[in-house]
């Protein structure tokens, strides 16, 4: 079930509210979807094999899907040890958006939706915009003007109208909230009465989807990793990794969490602030310039959930220098993982980590390099 997390209503039965009509509040799964490995379902498309465990459709419809999860898990040789790299920068859109994007634009075509906007950095721009497409939506979407640009002409082949905006990717997220709340001029843009807004921060129904990706390398590896490495920005993929294996874990397939070790750039590294030095020193993060654009996010919204983490035991965040992004990136890319320097950022962190982690190592690569213009 999904609810606010600030008053505690439920997910209204109607319409596609991105946070709560009460209060404000950001909507959250209550209650997981349990996973249930008789239930996996191989006839179905891509993730959809685990539709039992989305939670976020009905039955009866058609899902919006390319066919994006069931990514290859490549061994190779890193630091002395053999790391497993979990390539989701081969989803159809090239990044791991693609698997909240199919659970939340089938959600929205479940609810009439036939326009909507998104905001984004880029991967999740172009996975919102291929997923539109595929849907048959009337598509708009929020970037800031120094979006790099493959994702942005990536964006207008799949014939979304792109609103660059100036300054932070905190006033591209304000932009797009006044655009979808009333009196506004977009319904005159997108020809609705006002456009839903498809956001993959706000709406939990993402989460769900990102889970898959657990459920997969459960599968890939034959039982748990003992760690997994990945970069956070709003972190949903994160908290989804993090939901998933607590999933396998309830259905007793699983014995313990893996270490959860969440990367960030120092130029913007919230939760490793959060974690290191509690939230006094929020006021200090700032959204600096980094390479490793997809996870510039100053205030991720689910700040508390992923805190939480931590917290529990469960794990912990560490920032990496801008000086290593690219050294990282070159890395990868001579084992043949070309990723945007988003991803790469893991190769430091396993670099600073890796004699703590138990084995086997899982590192999550989440953006092709085609994406990334110098």
């Known amino acids: 079930m999904i609810a606010c997390t600030n008053c505690s209503r439920p997910y209204p039965d109607s319409g596609t509210p991105y946070k709560c009509p009460k209060c404000g509040g950001l909507f959250d799964w209550m209650s997981w979807p349990e996973f249930d490995p008789a239930q996996v379902d191989p006839s179905q498309p891509g993730l959809w094999r685990y539709r039992h465990a989305l939670g976020a459709t009905p039955r009866g419809l058609i899902p919006v899907s390319m066919g994006e999860g069931q990514t290859p898990l490549l061994w190779c040789d890193s630091f002395g040890r053999k790391v497993a790299y979990k390539c989701e920068f081969l989803n159809p859109s090239g990044s791991f958006k693609d698997r909240g994007m199919t659970v939340l634009l089938s959600f929205l075509k479940s609810r009439g939706v036939t326009a909507a906007v998104e905001d984004s950095s880029g991967n999740a721009g172009a996975s919102y915009a291929a997923y539109a497409a595929r849907a048959g939506f009337e598509a708009g979407v929020y970037v800031p003007a120094s979006a790099s640009g493959p994702k942005l002409e990536q964006i207008r082949a799949y014939g979304a109208q792109v609103f660059p905006v100036e300054g932070s990717r905190s006033d591209v997220s304000r932009a797009v909230e ?21 956001s993959h921060a ?20 034959g039982g748990a990793p003992g760690a997994v490495v990945c970069p956070v920005g709003q972190g949903g993929l994160f908290l989804g990794l993090y939901r998933g294996f607590l999933a396998l874990q309830r259905a007793g397939l699983i014995e313990r969490i893996p270490r959860m070790l969440g990367v960030q750039a120092r130029a913007c590294a919230p939760m490793w602030v959060l974690s290191t030095s509690g939230s006094a020193a929020l006021g200090f993060v700032t959204e600096g310039q980094t390479l490793a654009e997809g996870i510039r996010i100053r205030m991720p919204l689910r700040a508390a959930s992923l805190l939480q983490i931590a917290e529990a035991g469960h794990g912990e965040y560490v920032v990496v220098d801008e000086t290593d992004i690219l050294p990282g990136r070159d890395q ?18 396993l670099e600073q980590k890796i004699p703590s982690l138990p084995d086997p190592v899982v590192a999550v690569l989440t953006g092709s390099g085609l994406k990334y213009q110098p």
């Open 178 to 198: 006044k655009a979808v709340s009333p009196p506004s001029g977009l319904a005159q843009l997108l020809p609705q009465k006002l456009p839903a807004y498809a």
């Open 332 to 349: 990868l890319a001579k084992q043949g993982l070309y990723v945007e320097p988003t991803s790469a950022i893991v190769w430091n962190a």
């Open 202 to 221: 706000w709406m939990p129904h993402v989460l769900a989807g990102y889970a898959t990706a657990a459920y997969e390398i459960y599968e890939q590896i």
